[in-house]
């Protein structure tokens, strides 16, 4: 029979509203054996982007029932302001509304500490640096939140009190979606080997450096810290491995394929040795790498009413058309009907969320110059 | 050889904008024989909307080469307000962002007219009331343009240009989509036999009464002009024809679809004998029709994150669950998951956008006590 | 020593966001003696109008040491959506984002339940009319509140659940303000007499009928029961008094002028023997009427940035000068600066609260052919 | 008599919208005599920004009969996207409301030109170092905007465009507002003489360093240019001047106290010998200075109602009540009126424009540690 794993839940207060009411997130935990890394996951930091909830939703439902090696942290509705405000139809919460700040460059750069750290710490051996440079990232985040109130804005009191979490944890997951959107996954160079252990076609891969985004949060100070000691001379590998994981479109929740991703995260899991999952294993395909660099944002070269044509999450070839773009301004004296092409071998990751650009909109994001993983 | 038909454009001016710029629409006008009904066609008075506007582009297409009885007038980016309001990466444009106020019920009533003009009227035939009353509809809604400039909302300002040009034909055609939605057609009652001219499965009757969009504006006073005769005993046919044409989805363009729609229409003006297109017929459908009466709008009973199972269209079963909805708040000590039934038979017509919902939001809109057309 | 009354707090449960939590208006209580009109008075409905907040915590620091003859029920932040709802810097809570709705226009009209009940009752008595009418509107908007959960729009469901506080009162107050504005009274014609216990110069009488506010709901059962009694001869006073009372400028807290306000309204409650507070007299000032259908909405001719110039809630001549627009786009070609006059005597009660107006966008609102009250 | 110089407009197209047309912007030019130093002021980058379109009309207006030494160059509505863009009653013009990002932040750090221009001219004099690189800067502007069109976003392009006449200039006034704000003036270090020819009490003086904003743009690269030929142990002034002029508070046309901002910017201009205008003299008033790492945001401690009471522009001493906030969601249980003060000496230079805010909004900017200039 198989044993049930308690799961606890913390409700954190991160803000308050205009009419004094708190902000709070929901916090479940499953406690481990002790013996694994410890997970951090999180969901819908940006509002529209709801189904990393669902798949939470079954990671719970799988991680109840399975042997936990390392404790568990899961958080769905990270933005309780982002995931509740709506303008229109649709959720307006990529960005803060009164300030347009993007909610997830809004976290920490701790690479400031290492310097000091490092000289604190000459003769400390791996363990010893792994654990006092986690403690002092909790540390230092913690004394940020506890600092004047006056001193933090409202979303960076969202971002640290998540990234307080986050710091705890060996393996951070955030849970995205794109506009219209493949499946992708946000991939450290150095974790490029962890890669092909989740279900997921289209990998990019990120080099160090900082953007405020909670995955490089989470893994720049590691990355920094480990390069420093290999100017010294020493080897220390990276300690925590922390990913943005694209799960596809925002505003749809689709359970099944919830499962699915559910599915991939815990043959990660089982591959790091987070939990004991062997009949979670990664599905075979052709995964592909892109770096940073070559993330294509192309934006559109004119105003219109856009059809997007080409096939998400596969490679076209150069040539090949991605849109038509319809004006009925000049029906007459224009042409209304315009193809669109790229001119570069390419494989669309993701797509505008509406069919009505202005010259300039963000019309697709496209893998360049990608290869086989 | 077929003869190719001019078709001319003109930019009217409808209104301003704060720094001063005009706000203007095309319109595209073909002339006919002079022997058929002449035609209005709109699209896009919701900003959001704008598949209208490749039906449109696939309707010049084909009218340009088509014999054509009657005048047609095409209209696309009908507000200019709306389809250029974003707020996020959506299209805001079904209200006034300033007022709130949807932009299809700003038009104006004009069945207040019909007693003046009986009693001046007593002794015209059919053909000169009809002609009279068209004459008078164009002359006040151009008295309310030309009325004192503080005296017109900017919503209803372009409204009354827009009323101004439908006025003027025979039958009139609005082209909007609904958020996620299946075709259907908002049909007035006395024009029923109409509706099976339309590829359009599922058609909602429309009784006389006027809430401000554009097809009552213009159905309406004809309608009641018509009920107002027959109470003298006088037999007078409803004029003029008018229709709400729901396309689908908005935030989309879909060319393929699109000159499908354009050929359903295309039928439908054929048998109105405006153009002569004998290869236009109206495809063999079962047809629905449902009372406005009996259009149900169904609330979110909780606020939630919503995975929408209903297919859109199609009559279901009473009991069938619609949608589940999934709320993370509570994983520990409520049930996470929902599923929401519809305790009718219905036909799901459209849903809402956003996969996240208040308590309260409309979930779906559903055709009850539908029957065969 | 002035004795202290007791304050309890409830908080009303009146939705749920899209993350799952509760919607919540705290809702404060003071118990009177049982031998005055009870009375409610709520604030904030529109979410930039939050002075009524300040004027509420102004009346409870006053009357919780105020002998109180009927019960006292006080509701800030009446709407929790609106209050927190930001778009930029500004809190956009005068409609439902979702649908454009109004929150004031929100509440149900009961007027239809009056040819039953009077049908019902043909024997009752004035005072037996009362009550049971009053337990009728309380009875059937909490049938409301039970029915299907998928009937109930968000906005509705809030509007019903303070119309049931509401109902329960014989005097209700709904705190208002305008964009930019002086202070002005929403008054019900067969209540005229009771404006001149405001400290509010400039007010405006409603007919009966019903438009969707809060202030109507309460008046128009009463107003119609009244009228409907007097077509069978018999005479029935209006049983409820319900008043907008607009309190100045939107986006505004200004607790010295709440403490003016809260005095404002104690007088009026003194005046109505709802509370025993003689000290609280109105102020001797000349007061101005103006009938609903002369009160002035007027729309920006043209689009531009606006300087305006009319003083507010005083008498301006015809010819006045109210607003200078400035047309930067064509300085050379046309007139850059426009004055605006108004063509008729009035009060200006309030303008627009953006420098920059579209066409059509409403610049002004005025009294016109107003009288002393 | 007095000449009158000829003013000419030129609209430039800087996007286009979603419906095909173009965005524009008028720009207006007067002729000098060639002998001062050339002049550009821009304003409205921010939608609700309006009051330096009053202040370019005032200018107009003054320069049309003013001998000219320098080409000057005026342009209001320099973002037709922002200033038309509504959400509710105020404009929500401060961001792209796409994509959130501050349409001040989009221009281009041309600094990266520096190294190679420098290896390129390393025996050019003074004067054709001058030449050379403002040529440089218009070609590299020129460059990007004739670059593929996909790879601009709407920001950038309208960003680009306004750049490209402000390269053309030696002096550079862009001008904005504060949300409820005292007038202030952001000043680069080098360029702190001439601060005192505006009639603006409070300084902010600006390192090198480059943030995206107009200013810097302009006169970052000038200055770096300086920097990199000192560490070359060569003198070269840094040759254009750049600020943001801070008018007051945005939503607001005041035609008076533009003419007063028309005359400080003139003694400016005199001051610079562009312009022949003795009888514009910048008033006696004491000036403040602040570093901008002493300029201090003050975000909200707390959600709720705000009071603001700190008198904008002047000093206050240290612990002085800045604003009150008032929470009526606990009137029972918790305080319901706070005082918050500021615990070091400070002038108060702008506040949140609504009276609601989040814990975490900024609610004041603050210059500390200021001095007397």
Redesign the interface.
């Known amino acids: 029979m198989t044993a049930v794993n308690a799961?606890?839940?913390e409700n954190i207060v991160v803000?308050?509203?205009?009419?004094?009411?708190p902000?709070?997130i929901?916090v479940?935990r499953l406690k481990g054996q002790g013996n694994g890394p410890s997970v951090y996951i999180q969901a819908n930091m940006h509002?529209?982007e709801?189904?990393g909830?669902?798949v939470?939703?079954q990671l719970?439902e799988q991680l109840k029932q399975l042997p936990l090696l390392g404790d568990i942290t899961l958080v769905?509705?990270a933005n309780?302001?982002g995931?509740?405000?709506?303008?229109?139809?649709?959720?307006?919460?990529?960005?803060?509304?009164?300030?347009?700040?993007?909610w997830n460059r809004m976290y920490h750069d701790h690479t400031g500490l290492i310097e000091c750290f490092l000289q604190a710490q000459q003769n400390a051996d791996e363990q010893e640096l792994k654990a006092q440079f986690k403690a002092l990232l909790i540390e230092q985040t913690q004394n940020l939140l506890d600092g004047?109130?006056?001193?933090?804005?409202?979303?960076?009191?969202i971002a640290l009190n998540l990234q307080l979490l986050a710091h705890q944890a060996d393996i951070v997951l955030d849970l995205h979606t794109g506009?219209i959107s493949a499946k992708h996954l946000y991939c450290p160079l150095y974790a490029k080997a962890s890669a092909r252990y989740f279900d997921i076609q289209n990998v990019l891969l990120i080099p160090e450096g900082f953007g405020g985004a909670m995955d490089e949060a989470c893994f720049s100070p590691w990355w920094q810290l480990s390069l420093a000691l290999a100017a010294q001379g020493r080897t220390f590998p990276v300690a925590v491995e922390a990913f943005t994981v694209e799960l596809g479109s925002q505003?749809?929740?689709?359970?099944a394929e919830a499962k699915r991703d559910a599915a991939s995260i815990l043959s990660y899991l089982n591959y790091k040795e987070a939990i004991v999952a062997g009949n979670y294993q990664p599905a075979t395909m052709t995964r592909y790498g892109c770096y940073l660099k070559d993330y294509l944002a192309?934006?559109?070269?004119?105003?219109?009413?856009?059809?997007y044509t080409a096939p998400l999450g596969e490679p076209i070839p150069a040539g090949t058309t991605i849109a038509?773009i319809?004006?009925?301004?000049?029906?007459?004296?224009e042409q209304?009907?315009h193809s669109i092409k790229i001119d570069t071998p390419a494989i669309p990751i993701l797509h505008?969320?509406?069919?009505?650009?202005?010259?300039?909109?963000?019309?697709y994001k496209f893998f360049t110059h990608y290869f086989e993983l």
């Open positions: 799961i606890t839940q803000g308050e509203i205009a009419n004094g009411l902000l709070t929901p479940y509002g529209a709801v189904q909830n669902a939470i939703y719970l769905p509705y309780p302001i995931c509740n405000q709506k303008s229109g139809e649709f959720t307006l919460g990529r960005f803060d509304p009164i300030t347009g700040t993007n004047p109130a006056y001193s933090l804005t409202t979303g960076k009191r506009p505003e749809k929740i689709d359970l192309f934006y559109s070269p004119m105003g219109g009413m856009v059809e038509h319809l004006r009925m301004e000049q029906y007459l004296s209304p009907l505008f969320a509406s069919a009505s650009v202005n010259q300039g909109t963000e019309l």
